[in-house]
């Protein structure tokens, strides 16, 4: 089996830090070229890594490079355009969270992929687990009923970052996250897009639910994004669901994850935080199942995704829990929970 050749758009801190090295050290990934509209960053970021292809214009780089998949690491406005490009040139495509900012766009997506026979990969990396696997069995096989409620809780230690300060722990990088991306309201910016992304992915896969309607109130960073969402929704099947989201956790804190499902056979819990994390299904007749988490299994792994996404590109079966009908859930959701804090209603998702 020949290795995937992968290009990357968006040439941004987490590109370098975490795409590159992941595709780099993967035996069924040939990262052949990178752009950006940054020049500069394009050729010395190349030359760092010992990547041929160096482009500006992405149409250039997908006529020249006949690549099986491409990632879009470029702002958060800007995932739509390169991810149905990438399709349209017969790539699979991994685009990070979240994967479009508009309901809208996030719909487009998924039609793009299904018309192209593409797969559409959003790198939630909690989503990529084997607790989360067995999870989301648990409710395809009907081990908690139908579910009617959950709650989903996130928090991260990114304070700094959505106030429009450095992220602190990036001192020392050579590229950093910018403020234009994480920390402006006109450019999706703030807590929900940036980060309740994570944990709605999570949701919204292992539930197997979509969104009808969501009332959401927030409170705003110094930047004017928001620091903290509470909403609650209900989902097409009827079910109830409340969400809660907060950047700033301790940075010694760092990542949580807390979300409970509820059916009418049983529950779900899984929680992560600080490297532990507790998966338990438990029955109204007294079954109880849980998983143990080897010790820092329940980190968060950005690279794990990127595994994935140069397997598939190699040719090789792989589960894709954070697809591209995921992917427009949570877009949907995440729309309609902006709209909902901006008007003071709830908002029907879609609308």
Partial sequence: MMAGRIGIVGIGWWATINHIPAL???????????????????????????????????????AAE???????????????????????????VLVEKPMATTAADGRAIAQAAARAGREVMVPTAMSFTRFTQKAA???????????????????????????????AETKDHAIRPPAST????????????????????????VADIRFASLYCLDGKSPAGVDYYDAAVGRT??????????????????????????????????FASESGRGRLEISRFDGDEDSAT??????????????????ELCAGRAVENPADAEVGAR??????????????????????
């Avoid at 069995?137 to 429009?164: E, K, N, P």
């Avoid at 940075?251 to 979300?259: A, E, V």
């Fill in 137 to 167: 069995q648990a409710v395809r096989q009907g081990r908690i009923g139908s579910v009617r409620h959950a709650v989903c809780q996130m928090g991260s230690a990114l304070d700094d970052l959505f106030a429009g300060a450095p992220m």
């Fill in 24 to 62: 780099k050290a993967h035996p069924d990934a040939d990262l052949v070229a990178i752009c950006d509209l940054d020049a500069e960053r394009v050729e010395s970021v190349g030359a760092q890594f010992a990547i041929a292809g160096r482009y500006t214009d992405l149409g250039a780089m997908l």
């Fill in 293 to 310: 988490f080897a010790p820092g299994e329940a980190d968060y792994d950005g690279a794990l995704p990127v595994q994935r996404f140069a």
């Fill in 236 to 269: 097409t099947e009827g079910a109830t669901v409340s969400l809660s989201g907060a950047s700033t956790v301790p940075k010694q804190r760092g990542l949580h994850f807390d979300i409970r499902i509820y059916g009418t056979e049983g529950m779900i819990f």
């Fill in 330 to 351: 949570v877009t949907e959701a995440l729309d309609a929970m902006y709209r909902s804090a901006a008007s003071g209603r709830a908002e029907t998702v879609g609308g």
């Fill in 182 to 205: 994480w920390a402006d309201p006109a450019r999706a910016g703030g807590y929900g897009w940036g980060q309740l992304s994570h944990a709605l992915g999570w949701l919204v896969h």
């Fill in 66 to 92: 006949r690549l099986d998949g491409l990632i879009v690491s470029t702002p958060h406005v800007a995932h739509t355009a390169p991810t149905l490009a990438g399709l349209a040139a017969g790539a699979h």
